[in-house]
């Protein structure tokens, strides 16, 4: 049995009647209206009170915690990588490593981390190097020219 758009109906109860207030005692919100005895809120014309105050929309805004620095950061490879990528004698330099596929980009520089082995040695030029790095790469043999 197929339904067509024309016997489609509503569930029962799926939307409940907007109450209208300020109409009468019989309505059950007439005299006041469901807004209490005195005061600015049972006023007319009053909406909008919860941003009046500047310190309790401060109070209330979610804060971003912490700092993030604006500086860009070099692109980093790791010592186990320059083993991947290079042979033994060769040149490491940004320009070479962008070539070999070791970082994406050399925009804001390269620098060299000290994680994983190095058992070639290779001669490191114009790159950024941490302290175990340039350890590793000096105990393999290689040499780094800042």
Known sequence: MTIS??????????????????????SGKGTTAGRG?????????????KR???????LATPKVRGFKSLRAKPATVNVSDLQKHFKAGNTVNPKTL?????????AHGVKILGDGELTINLVVQGCLISKTAAEKISKAGGNVIA
């Open 5 to 26: 758009l024309n016997e489609l109906t509503a569930s029962k109860g799926r939307a409940k009647k907007k109450m209208r207030v300020g109409r009468g005692h019989g």
């Open 37 to 49: 005895q005195k005061g600015q809120k049972s006023r007319s014309g009053v909406g909008g009170l």
């Open 52 to 58: 009046l105050g500047m310190r309790k929309m401060l």
């Open 98 to 106: 962008l070539e070999k596929g070791a970082v994406e980009s050399i």
